[in-house]
């Protein structure tokens, strides 16, 4: 074999190893879009679930059993979330006592992990969260997961 046919060979098996690569580069990438795509698809739905379940609950505390008319009937800021006993979300009987609870799932796709937070909302800018009681209160959901690029957050606004 000459050297100018090992040099045509070299170049033939570098050119082979680079479109290799590319495509391996490509591939890799369209599966790393299709997870992603998977994950935030899932994710939305397994927030949603959440936000379903906690929309089915009272108002407020106060308002399991009865009406009230003026907001500082309503549990305090402070006091929002699990009374004592509701050690579990099936035992949740109102919105607020969702305020950080946690949830994992173990799906094909690995652990979704959710998180909710619930406030108060300022009555003059409802994108506020208030430091007093009103009839707003908003729902956060987190999801996170391996394949979400960050955390999904999903908010519910619900009046009395």
């Known amino acids: 074999m000459g050297t100018a046919q090992l040099i045509m060979l070299l170049g033939g098996l570098l050119l082979l190893i680079f479109l290799s690569m590319t495509f391996y580069s490509s591939f890799r990438s369209k599966s790393d879009i299709e997870l992603y795509n998977e994950a935030l698809i899932t994710g ?7 936000i379903d379940e906690i929309s ?6 106060k308002t399991v059993t009865k009406s ?10 402070g006091s929002l979330g ?3 006993g509701e ?4 035992l949740f009987n109102d919105i607020d006592d969702f305020k950080n609870y946690v949830r994992l799932d173990t799906l094909v796709m690995g652990v979704f992990r959710t998180r909710v937070n619930v406030n108060y909302l300022s009555k003059m800018n409802p994108g506020l969260i208030s430091s007093s009681k009103t ?11 391996l394949y979400l690029q960050d955390t999904l957050k999903l908010n519910y606004v619900i009046t009395y």
């Open 44 to 50: 939305t739905a397994i927030g949603q679930s959440i």
């Open 68 to 77: 009230i008319t003026v907001p500082d009937s309503l549990t305090v800021v």
């Open 82 to 84: 699990p009374e004592v």
């Open 87 to 90: 050690s579990n979300s099936t």
């Open 135 to 145: 009839f707003t209160k908003r729902i956060d959901v987190f999801v996170s997961n």
């Open 56 to 61: 089915t609950r009272a108002f407020d505390q």
